[in-house]
């Protein structure tokens, strides 16, 4: 396996598709990544700087923490000052600022804020204290989604009463549309993301071929696997051609995997999300379903929110949107670095800014 794997870094093989790519371009087009691994592995292995010229590597809204907006941070602050809660979260999340404070400032503030590596952590957290409601604080797409599903069903059939969730859980196909129609914009095609689609597989990217006629490919995350996938998109557009292919056949099945959709569909359903810079993308957010209303922590704690106010000067809106690279954001590097982040983009390890910081 090991050297199986090692064939995804290869440099020939890579050498090979970078050759492809080259004698399948256009003149021009713009590519974009929707997935924060991707945004990561095409920087630290300086693919950007392997196209030919007239090619557009964008970022688009692919990392969990980035798209959540200021409301929602401001939200979950606000239960966090509830007397009596936890909050459980990723690492991540902690840092990341709302319009006044952040989980790390409440924490320093004495309120209590732990970091959970999966909801089902938080789940044994809240088993382990039966004196404190845990609130855990769910971001991320499909691929997340499905063991908050989980976790919840368990704190059901368990019958916990101090456990309970704040979604800010979002869909990928939504958000796409919004970016395809985003007259700021054009976006040729799309690498889709490897994680989210072992989940939902090919059938909801099929919109962008059939309706707007913009090929896709689904990829993994080695060097070879991301430049397999431009190539196979190149290809397409050599060939006029719009279609959803997956150049990550070890990690997805066409059909994805039904049984944590099944999950999924029974703890929540679609409603309007608010995405950091594309803002209200109706059908691309999931809330908790009324079935599973006890453990909805908005409806049990319903906390008085702060007003919301944007970070001034931080253009996550127009980094997330594709129509700004982080380093053309005045307070790049100069204020906002990954020890004083400004905005979120900057704060994730997925984040553009961040990625940019790192390796260019
Ligand atoms: Fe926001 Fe900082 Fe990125 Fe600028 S560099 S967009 S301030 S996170």
């Not at 924060?36 to 692919?62: D, F, Y």
């Not at 980035?66 to 991540?92: E, M, Q, W, Y």
């Not at 404190?132 to 009463?161: S, Y």
């Not at 990217?205 to 431009?230: C, N, S, W």
């Amino acid at each position: 396996l090991t050297e199986e794997l090692k064939a995804f870094k290869d440099p020939a093989l890579a050498r090979g598709l970078v050759e492809s790519v080259r004698a399948w371009a256009p003149e021009s087009a713009t590519l974009m990544e929707v997935c924060g691994t991707h945004t990561v592995a095409i920087a630290r292995n300086g693919i950007r700087g392997l196209m030919p010229e007239g090619v557009r590597l964008a970022s688009g809204p692919g990392c969990p923490v980035c798209v959540t907006s200021n409301h929602d941070i401001d939200k979950v602050i606000a239960l966090a000052r509830v007397p009596g809660v936890t909050i459980a979260t990723f690492g991540d999340m902690t840092r990341v600022p709302g319009s006044t404070s952040s989980l790390l400032a409440e924490q320093a503030a004495g309120r209590s804020v732990e970091i959970v590596y999966s909801p089902l952590d938080a789940l044994r957290l809240a088993q382990d204290n039966p004196d404190r409601q845990v609130v855990f604080v769910g971001v991320g797409f499909e691929t997340t989604t499905p063991l908050v599903a989980m976790a919840v069903k368990r704190a059901k059939a368990a019958g916990l009463r101090n456990f309970t969730v704040y979604g800010a859980h979002k869909n990928m196909p939504g958000a796409l549309e919004a970016i395809i129609n985003d007259p700021q914009l054009k976006v040729d095609a799309l690498i889709l993301p490897g994680h989210v689609s072992t989940i939902i597989g090919v059938e909801p990217y099929r919109f962008l071929a059939e309706k707007y006629g913009i090929p896709g490919v689904i990829t993994g995350f080695e060097p070879v696997d991301v430049l397999q996938g431009i190539a196979m998109i190149m290809r397409q557009l050599h060939e006029g051609r719009a279609d959803i292919e997956i150049a990550y056949a070890r990690g997805v099945m066409a059909e994805g995997n039904p049984v944590a959709m099944a999950a999924i569909d029974e703890v929540f359903e679609t409603c309007t999300a608010t995405w950091r810079g594309l803002g209200d993308i109706p059908g691309s957010g999931y809330r908790i379903r009324e079935e599973f209303a006890d453990f909805d922590a908005m409806r049990r704690f319903a906390p008085a929110i702060e007003p919301t106010v944007e970070h001034r000067g931080c253009r996550c809106g127009d980094v997330l949107r594709g129509i700004m690279a982080p380093s053309d954001c005045p307070l790049f590097r100069t204020v906002c670095t990954p020890e004083n982040p400004v905005g979120p983009c900057m704060v994730s390890s997925e984040g553009s800014c961040a990625a940019y910081f790192r390796y260019y």
